[in-house]
């Protein structure tokens, strides 16, 4: 489960920040968007809640 990310600490860019908003809306997972932004689920949840996005809790 040691997944490392190579890109640590990295600013958020225009069009990661649009994938992110719309992955929100269709109602996918945490992991689900870390993954298809390469971003760790912790930087998702971040910035989600800076803008206010709710991230689906699946279960």
Known sequence: MAERFERHRQPWRPDELQKLHTLAKKGMGLKAIAK????SEESIKDRAKLDGLPIAKLR
């Open 36 to 39: 298809a932004l390469t971003r």
